[in-house]
């Protein structure tokens, strides 16, 4: 079964870069024909999608948010990470590390980022 | 204000029928893009519940249904329980802003 986990700072200072990593277990994130992305939901409120990469490394990022993040892989460790540069209070949310196979049919529990100072 | 627009609430007592609207436009559920629906639970992760429109993936009960015509989607749910109390999110893609889309979400209360 496959299981994501999300990982990083749960406090970050406004202006500051917000780095998050999602380790992938139960399969190999180098896998054929499938997206590793980034959603994210503020307290209270809907999703949002951040940003994807496909296996292949082909990057996708939501136009508003471009200029501020990048995602990555690591195929050595099984895990992809998003920076989101330039936080503000905006940016409080909770993020989910997701897989999209058509659809995003595995997540993982989501961590909370607060950004505050 | 969503692309993908959804009622912020709906309700129903148990054992009745609910649908939840998701209303897009043509370039996302009107291009052609398949639908997806997910169950959020509270302080939980959502969950697939329907994908490509109207298929169920394992596990999910047959209470849940899906349809799609033209710009806009529906999540039906049948002989309502307590235990689907939960927001909702329809999900697509749109070919103009080049993004992963979902709806507002839709709170579900059972009475």
């Known amino acids: 079964q496959l299981q994501l986990q999300e990982s990083g700072p749960g406090l970050v200072k406004p202006s500051e870069t917000l780095s998050l990593t999602c380790t992938v277990s139960?399969?190999?994130?180098?896998?054929?024909?499938?997206?590793w992305g980034w959603i994210r939901q503020p307290p209270g409120k809907g999703l949002e999608w951040i940003a994807s990469?496909?296996?292949?490394?082909?990057?996708y990022y939501t136009p508003s948010l471009k200029s501020r993040v990048t995602i990555s892989v690591d195929m050595s460790k099984n895990q992809f990470s998003l920076k989101l540069s330039s936080v503000t209070a905006a940016d409080t949310s909770v993020y989910f590390c997701?897989?999209?196979?058509?659809?995003?049919?595995?997540w993982g529990q989501g961590t909370l980022v607060t950004v505050s100072s | 204000q969503s692309v993908l627009t959804q009622p912020p609430s709906v309700s129903g007592a148990p054992g009745q029928r609910v649908t939840i609207s998701c209303t897009g436009s043509?370039?996302?559920?009107?291009?052609?893009?398949?639908v997806q629906w997910y169950q959020q639970l509270p302080g939980t992760a959502p969950r697939i519940l329907i994908y490509?429109?109207?298929n169920r993936p394992s596990g999910v009960p047959d209470r849940f249904s899906g349809s799609k015509s033209g710009t806009s989607a529906s999540l039906a749910i049948t002989g309502l329980q307590a235990e689907d109390e939960a927001d909702y999110y329809c999900?697509?893609?749109?070919?103009?802003?080049?993004?992963?889309?979902f709806g507002g979400g839709t709170k579900l209360t059972v009475l």
């Open positions: 997701a897989r999209y196979n058509n659809f995003f049919d595995y």
């Open positions: 139960g399969g190999s994130i180098s896998s054929s024909n499938y997206f």
């Open positions: 990469i496909y296996y292949s490394g082909t990057t």
């Open positions: 043509s370039s996302n559920i009107g291009a052609g893009y398949d």
């Open positions: 490509g429109n109207n």
């Open positions: 999900q697509s893609y749109d070919t103009s802003l080049s993004v992963w889309l």
